[in-house]
Nanobody, 123 residues
Framework: HVQLVESGGASVQAGGSLTLSCAAS????????MGWFRQAPGKERAAVAA????????YVADSVKDRFTISRDGAENSYYLQMVNLKPEDTAMYYC?????????????????WGQGTQVTVS
């Protein structure tokens, strides 16, 4: 079982920046996948970015690829989502998820472990 704890959410003005963190602990896997998702009220959880640990491959949703970056600190087993030029439509609860393996990174059902989320509000 993997424990995930997100942090870094805040209320910011449009155009601002935030970096979200996800600290992973417990059982981990060499080739696991860490994903960032977001969910706005009344909407489904949507994929933002993912990092494949075994290959160090990253994916970012087209809607945010020019503004969001996913990265990993292997020594700390932490993952980050750097967000710049934030827009009001980025307002959501942001979650990190972990999957032992993942064939389609943007499918939330592929991730068995989730953190509690961190709120990002852009006004």
């Amino acid at each position: 079982h993997v424990q995930l704890v997100e942090s870094g959410g805040a209320s910011v003005q449009a155009g601002g920046s935030l970096t979200l963190s996800c600290a992973a602990s417990g059982r981990t896997y060499f080739n696991w996948v860490m994903g960032w998702f977001r969910q706005a009220p009344g909407k489904e959880r949507a994929a933002v970015a993912a990092h494949y640990t075994g290959t160090a491959t990253t994916y970012v949703a087209d809607s945010v690829k020019d503004r969001f970056t996913i990265s990993r600190d292997g020594a700390e087993n932490s993952y980050y989502l750097q967000m710049v030029n934030l827009k009001p439509e980025d307002t959501a609860m942001y979650y990190c998820g972990a999957a032992e393996s993942c064939s389609v990174w943007w499918r939330a059902v592929e991730y068995a472990n989730w953190g509690q989320g961190t709120q990002v509000t852009v006004s």
